[in-house]
């Protein structure tokens, strides 16, 4: 019998190893998983900013401001979206911008109205 006792201790102490090895392998999994989701949302958001302020900057420049004028509109516009605006281009009636949230970095790049005039130049630098 005592034997026995013995056999079915071990594979009792088998089991909980492996047990735990289950769980500390389900917990990395969830981890790993939940960083790839806030990564596509941090994602998601940062090309939503980027959206906004290449469109707030096509509006300035569809209203005949200058490209400096645009993006600075833009700047407001990404920061009011959380993220912060690398870099701004205008001219030849489109606005386009790149931004950052997070990690995350987003371009998006917006046209005036059909019909409207070219506005800025091809000479004016981008605006950090």
Do not use: W
């Not at 400096?68 to 009011?80: K, M, Q, S, Y």
């Amino acid at each position: 019998m005592s034997a026995t006792k013995r056999v079915g201790r071990g594979a009792q102490g088998n089991v909980s190893v492996l047990v735990i090895a289950f769980i500390v392998v389900t917990m990395l999994l969830a981890g790993a998983i939940a960083r790839v989701g806030g990564a596509v949302v941090e994602k998601s958001r940062a090309a939503n900013a980027a959206d906004a302020a290449a469109l707030a900057a096509a509006g300035a420049l569809s209203r005949g401001g200058a490209v400096i004028e645009a993006c600075g509109v833009a700047r407001t516009t990404a920061l009011d979206n959380g993220a912060r605006l690398l870099t701004c281009r205008g001219g030849a009636g489109s606005a386009e911008v790149v931004v950052a949230l997070g990690h995350a970095q987003a371009r998006a790049r917006a046209r005036t109205p059909l019909g409207m005039a070219e506005f800025g130049t091809a000479g004016e630098p981008d605006i950090p």
